[in-house]
């Protein structure tokens, strides 16, 4: 009897995922006819649905995904390169393939990330190796296989880790009132005998460990809209760069940011590398009346009242 209760729950669950799938697939259907409509319709130069539209929009997509190429390998994109001249196809029969298999491939990477980070990050790196990480991502390819992911990302933490590190102690000193104000500009041997600190490496190493594992898990927990409008809006801009759609979460940041009524502080946010930093100050907003926030202003703790700050850092 217990066994036939855990094959009726085991049903549930495979009918509900298949059921949400379902829905999933079949909102994903009557956007697309939707969006492809209002193009022919209303687009001042509508494109032609062909492959020569196809090839741009897979290009697009693949550089959206993952610009930095720190997610798939060759060999996953290999798998992709299939769809190449098909998008026009899928969108015209309304199938869902490339999106389904790229996020099924991402996925898996993610997960693979997620078992190996904890063990780069868990002792100190070896700082008396050299390393060397291309930080222009218009400058490197996808990794071959997953053994040199593991790699790439094994010198990308060594870097945000020494990257953090400095930025600690060079805080550290400004709290103290170093008035050396030309500091930065003098090369320092942060990790040299007698300057290393381990507790502030270690601290470091926590810093970029929280920073990972929320960024990765951000990454597996995104939305199914925002996951498809990243596909959809990389065929939309074929067409122009102006031309997006936005899910109802976006579309609404957007009202807010051409009426200027909103709830909230009223700051333009954006992110880069991790860091937010803000972009505009909303005129006649809490932050515009308050005065101490401005453009280019970077947020790295947010707290309400007497709390403990939260590093928002990678949020």
Same mark, same amino acid.
């Given at each position: 009897m217990q066994r036939n209760s855990r094959l009726v729950v085991l049903f549930i669950? @495979?009918?509900?995922?298949?059921?949400?799938? $379902?829905? /999933?697939?079949?909102?994903?259907t009557v956007l697309t006819k939707m969006v492809l409509a209002q193009l022919d319709r209303l687009h001042f130069s509508p494109e +032609?649905?062909? #492959?020569?539209?196809?090839?741009?929009?897979?290009?697009?997509? @693949?550089?959206?995904?993952?610009? !930095?190429?720190?997610?798939?390998? +060759?060999?996953?994109? $290999? +798998?992709?390169?299939?769809?190449?001249?098909?998008? #026009?196809?899928?969108?015209?029969?309304?199938?869902?393939?490339?999106?389904?298999? $790229?996020?099924?491939?991402? /996925?898996?990477?993610?997960e693979f990330i997620q078992g190996f980070y904890n063990d780069f990050l868990a002792q100190p790196f070896d700082y008396s190796v050299s390393d060397t990480l291309e930080l222009d991502y218009d400058k490197i390819d996808f990794c071959e296989n997953e053994a040199e992911l593991k790699e790439r990302w094994r010198k990308l933490l060594k870097y945000q880790t020494i990257v953090r590190y400095i930025d600690i102690i060079d805080s550290e000193e400004i709290a103290v009132g170093d008035d050396d104000v030309e500091k930065k500009d003098v090369k320092r041997e942060y990790f040299s005998e007698g300057n290393y600190r381990p507790e502030i490496e270690e601290k470091a190493r926590m810093k970029i460990k929280e920073r990972t594992e929320r960024a990765l898990k951000r990454f597996l927990e995104a939305d199914e809209e925002d996951r498809f409008a990243v596909f959809l809006n990389s065929v939309l801009n074929v067409? #122009?760069?102006?031309?997006?759609?936005?899910?109802?979460?976006?579309?609404?940041?957007?009202?807010?940011?051409?009426? =200027? +009524?909103?709830?909230? %502080? =009223? $700051?333009?946010?954006?992110?880069?590398?991790?860091?937010?930093?803000?972009?505009?100050?909303?005129? =006649?907003?809490?932050?515009?009346?308050?005065?101490?926030?401005?453009?280019?202003?970077? %947020?790295?703790?947010? !707290?309400?009242?007497d709390e403990e700050p939260v590093d928002v850092v990678d949020m």
């Open positions: 669950i @495979l009918a509900t995922v298949f059921s949400l799938n $379902a829905q /999933n697939f079949e909102r994903r +032609k649905i062909d #492959d020569e539209l196809s090839e741009k929009a897979f290009d697009l997509y @693949l550089k959206r995904i993952d610009y !930095a190429r720190r997610y798939l390998t +060759k060999e996953d994109v $290999a +798998k992709l390169e299939r769809f190449r001249y098909t998008i #026009d196809d899928e969108l015209k029969l309304s199938t869902n393939e490339l999106y389904e298999t $790229a996020n099924n491939l991402l /996925n898996e990477k993610i067409f #122009d760069p102006h031309t997006t759609y936005m899910p109802p979460q976006v579309k609404e940041d957007f009202d807010i940011n051409m009426t =200027g +009524k909103l709830e909230g %502080i =009223g $700051a333009t946010l954006s992110e880069e590398d991790g860091y937010i930093k803000v972009t505009s100050i909303v005129p =006649g907003s809490a932050s515009w009346t308050q005065g101490e926030l401005t453009q280019e202003d970077v %947020i790295l703790k947010v !707290a309400q009242g």
